[in-house]
């Protein structure tokens, strides 16, 4: 009986019909879920990052206008001194003043060209200041104008001027416009040195902001040197900078103490990616798992329709011989007694063949529910070769077989059940016949390999590919190409070999070769 192409070609294409639904209906929510995460995760980091960001921006802020608000309270006591003294005590009130203010190197008084100017500065500098304070404000003229153009619209405004282009010692004149009972006095400004500013009045607030979270330092810009640092830190490692207001050279910048923030998000983040890809992993794999026991489901139903087909081919040609030579010997038209005799010994034959496919089913169906009973005894392995070989005989040679036997004296015993064990030798003795090639020949033989008693069965069939040596023992397997696909088989046979093997705690050993035949060598543990 033949198998229908279309049949077999239609399973295949089923099976990976649904394999490829299942894939998509399961990957498609995995990339729906990744892509998922993985926005929500960047709307989160951007988020924290937001935050982090405004929370920074709010400390550099009050730094900022904590400088602003303490230029801001020395131009209202400059003022104050402007609109309090008269011109002849305005020298004094003023020293006074720089007394009470050690970041002020002196305080400027001028028109509002610059040019008329009285600069009253510390008794210790000695008036080195003064060409350099005329020469900026010439050179700043803009400076001049844009205090007096905010003036004009109501807004009072601090501006700084640099004074000097060294960078070490670089001092700023912080200017300003005064309400003066003088219609000449317009401009008023009072002389820092910017690093004197910073440590001298910048330093308690620093160290307020940075509390035990933050790490705050001002640095010069142009040198890269840091000139106050609340705690060790380096330029590079401050995460946010800002530009002091007052002093256009200076920086501050600012970090959390220990991680950042930034290394805490892509700590998360590269957490929480991990976590997703294994989610994924996960998915795929069960996916995987799932399509495999699919794939494997549709396999055995394709094994068990192939099974039935093929043992329905095995049951009907030994019945159907057996009934034609039965009727032909009940009506007989046997002519001779020789002919007789030779039906007979067909039909004894089929018999047989027929006993040996339906034990092997009954036997496979005890094994797989786990009622097959074993009644183990130590046995000799050479007898059971002998008993086999005595009954199998007669049908290796109608086959036209030659046999040979191979038999170590004095075997060692094996624990082993002695009816399964001859079922196990039966079993490769008539996959021999059925795979035979032009040679026919059988050797069995025993003997000793290591610690195992082996039982070892030859031919020189057509032999096994390599590619199907190791399925050959799966339930239902049959080798469904080359000369082996028009020769019926139930697919038990090896599987039963197998399970008895494993059952007695040995093993199966095969070598084989297309167009050299096989050797089955069935190991058992010694006794000895």
Known sequence: MTKNPRTQKAAPQTGKKIGVVLVLAALLPVVFF?????????STEELI???????????LFSINQYSLDAAQSWSSEVNMLVLTSRPAELDSATQIFLKKTPS???????????????????????????????????????ALEKLLRYASAGYRKIEPIIIGDSISGQSLLLTFITVSKNPGQKIAGFMIDAKSFVTGVLESKLNQAAGDEF????????NRQIVLSTSPVEIPELRQEKELWLLPDYRIGIRLKGTSIEDVVKARTKRNLILIAFLDMVLVGAVWVVYRTFKKEMELVRLKGDFVSNVSHELRTPLSLIRMFTETLSMKRVPTEKKKQEYYTTILQETERLTRLINNILNFSRMEAGKKQYSFAPVNLNDIVKRVMKTFQSHLEHEGFETATDLMEQSPLVLADNETVAEALINIL?????YSGIEKFVRVSTGVSGTMIYLEVEDHGIGIDPQHQAKIFETFYRVSTGLTNNIKGSGLGLSLVKHIMDTHGGTIELTSALGKGSRFRLLFPSLV
């Open 49 to 59: 990052q937001s935050i982090y960001s405004k929370q920074l921006d709010v400390i």
């Open 34 to 42: 990744s892509a998922y995460e993985l926005s929500s995760l960047s």
């Open 215 to 222: 790490q705050l330092a001002v640095f010069d810009r142009r």
């Open 430 to 434: 008539d996959n021999a016949v059925k």
């Open 104 to 142: 002020i190197r002196g305080v400027l008084y001028a028109d509002s060209s610059g040019r008329s100017m009285n600069f009253i500065e510390r008794p210790e500098l000695n008036g080195q200041e003064r060409k350099g304070i005329s020469y900026a404000l010439e050179k700043d003229s803009a």
